[in-house]
């Protein structure tokens, strides 16, 4: 069996190990007879998986006691709402920093619920940049300054993070556990699992205990934190299988040295990309700049458009998987977060070098 090179942007490539490990598991997990999406919610073993993840999850990023970890159902896109219905309050202001699409969906829906301020942006250069923090200027009153660690469409990240007198709560669902971070800094982190956590349907959200003290009491029941804080995530039925994949991606992670290995991989996954993108005369443009570059999702132009489709049918054909732009920006992507190997980045810097050769 010949795996693809999976470049998808999310869902995504998962591990090989973990994906195995789930089959070899299918039919009757830890001898109840029944797969682990059989299981009662309820039962001890599902608990253990559940409570596993947990855990896990906590070890690995270093999350301190002053945070809790919730597992939750509705995507990412669910926090852009569920964040300011909980955090941010009649009297103060939202406060959003521009980087891409997903944060201006995140103050989109902020804008529903009450007053925002938007306290910096690179949208008038196309998002071909992380602003500078010191060129962040928070509003009077500011309940919290929100901001995507990592930009999926536009191959962009953060590297470093505002330290500023504000609760800084960010999207990291295209980053989260790819390199260490001080979960300390953060009052809330929130990330849906499909790129480096694992499949789709469960949406992990690290949240600073304090902050449950504003919620307003008049929110419904699945929307408010405190549900979710103080059922241990099982105030209903959870996506129990996803959280089971959750928790052997973990595993994987810490078989594999944990996040600090991960990252070093990362860099090197990266640098291999972006090597055959600086290599190449300009035929390959990257739309980050260079300060900015994403080490998860690398963003490139060709030419023109009829040899971006040239290329995206060659890669097709060599079994390489998920290479065009999203469909808002167009060009290409090769997203290669944590699952994908460093072997599949090198087989597509070759066939990028073979294919500058050839046309350029
Ligand atoms: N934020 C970011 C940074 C994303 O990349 C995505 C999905 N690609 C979302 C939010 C939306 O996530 P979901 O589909 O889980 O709602």
Known sequence: MKRAYNFN??????????????????????????????????????????????????????????????????????????????????????????????????LKEAKKVGKTHIAASSKEANYTYIPHPEDIQLSENAAYLHITSNNTIFGTQWHEFPDLPVDLIADMSSDILSREINVGQFALIYAGAQKNLGPSGVTVVIIRNDLLERIPDNLPTMLDYRTYSSSNSLYNTPPTFAIYMLSLVLEWVEEEGGVKAIEARNKEKAAVVYEAIDASNGFYAPHAEKDSRSLMNVTFRLPNEELTKKFLAEAKEKGFVGLAGHRSVGGCRASIYNAVPLEACEALAEFMNDFYRKFN
């Open 9 to 106: 942007a999310g869902p995504s490539a998962l591990p090989l190990p973990v994906l195995e490990r789930a089959q070899a598991e299918l039919l009757n997990f830890q001898n109840t007879g029944m797969s682990v999406m059989e299981l009662s919610h309820r039962s001890k073993e599902y608990d253990a998986v559940h409570n596993s993840a947990k855990e896990r999850l906590k070890r690995l990023m270093n999350i301190p006691d002053t945070h809790d970890v919730l597992f939750l159902q509705g995507g990412a896109s669910l926090q852009f709402s569920m964040v300011p219905m909980n955090l941010l309050g009649k009297d103060h202001v939202a406060n959003y920093v521009l980087t891409g699409s997903w944060s201006e969906k995140a």
